[in-house]
């Protein structure tokens, strides 16, 4: 936390770790009567696996992935808070899409639900797919062709389901879509809800339907074609700054520029994702640093991947060690030329 002590008030500390053995998850602040929202009957949060945190964040033994500072740390409250989304900037590799997995282990708030956004992407992409020809085949072959096993939500679509804590949905770098897609979230993002069409036109015949959701092996209700949220998802909005937002958009967000880490920052990512840590690290930390000045900033994996190397012995032959250092830590925002 750079010194910097964490006010009382604050329900999201910064270490990433889970809730101790025995312990409920942290209580969470109350929404304000605007971003309140009614939507039911509610929904357990299904419980998150360990590998996919693991994974991305490291062993929870220890302070995970990065040491927060403290402007995150306030600014991601002020988003639980708030119920507004968060809209994270930085280089690539900084641990932007890292802060959701973060905030998910430490509140206990379920797996997280990632969108990964392209120029193709559309806003029914994130709520919802409807497989009308496989449907129309089912029916064709006599088989079941219930609609509600060809409709599966999508991230955006199942972080809105009625849940009685909010689920975590990161939207991975949103600055790829298409220049229609933030304006198109607008009034998702206010309303907390959507309908699927498919649903609503067969809503009184057949009021409940129960579809696939984003997470694995996962089901729910829907009702008269419609869902609508109970409390308001964490949101993470990432962006590698490559176009603007519409203000609109970001009127409704919070804003946080994720800095390149430091050496400490970077001593606790190692220690999180090594359960040894490998010899020479620390070393290899200030020519990771020293490099990444140079380079115009590297990504946090590449010196993973470094380290990772090294318990191989890769490291004991110095002339091809240079070599192999030089493929690994390639900048990243030039492609094919030096």
């Not at 599966?152 to 879509?177: H, N």
């Not at 700054?241 to 390149?260: N, S, V």
């Not at 010196?303 to 190397?309: K, R, S």
Request: hydrophobic share 40%; proline share 9%.
């Amino acid at each position: 936390m750079s010194g910097a002590e964490i006010p009382p008030w604050c329900v999201y500390r910064g270490h990433g770790l889970p809730p101790p053995a025995g312990e409920d998850a942290p209580e969470l602040p109350a929404p304000p009567s605007w971003r309140t929202f009614d939507g039911g009957p509610a929904l357990p949060v299904p419980t998150a696996s360990d590998a996919e945190f693991v994974r991305r964040l490291g062993v929870p033994a220890v302070a995970s992935a990065r040491d927060a500072m403290l402007e995150e740390v306030l600014t991601v409250n002020a988003a639980l808070y708030l119920r507004r989304p968060l809209l994270i900037t930085g280089n690539p590799g900084t641990g932007k899409s890292s802060l959701a997995y973060k905030i998910a282990r430490e509140l206990g708030l379920g797996p997280v639900l990632r969108w990964p956004i392209s120029s193709r992407t559309i806003s029914r992409d994130g709520m919802y797919t409807y497989d009308a020809i496989g449907r129309v085949q089912a029916a064709a072959a006599e088989e079941g062709a219930d609609i509600g096993g060809f409709v599966r939500l999508g991230p955006l679509g199942t972080a809105l389901l009625p849940y009685d804590r909010p689920r975590v949905l990161l939207i991975d770098e949103l600055d790829k879509s298409d220049i229609d897609l933030p304006n198109d979230l607008l009034a998702v993002f206010e309303d907390g809800d959507f309908e699927i069409q498919p649903l609503a036109r067969i809503a009184a015949t057949q009021p409940e339907v129960t579809v696939f959701t984003h997470d694995r092996g996962g089901r729910a209700v829907v009702r008269d074609g419609h869902v609508q949220c109970r409390a308001f998802p964490v949101v993470v909005v990432t962006s590698n700054g490559e176009r603007d937002f519409p203000p609109a958009f970001l009127r409704r967000c919070l804003r946080l520029d994720m800095p390149q880490p430091g050496f400490e920052q970077l001593v606790s990512m190692v220690a999180a994702h090594f359960r040894d840590v490998p010899p020479r690290s620390d070393d290899l930390i200030h020519e990771f640093l020293a490099n990444s000045g140079q380079e115009g900033g590297l990504a946090n994996d590449q010196l993973l991947n470094a380290l990772h190397l090294t318990t191989s012995g890769a490291h004991q032959h110095d002339a091809n060690w240079e070599v192999l250092r030089g493929t690994l830590w390639r900048r990243l925002n030039v492609l094919g030329t030096d």
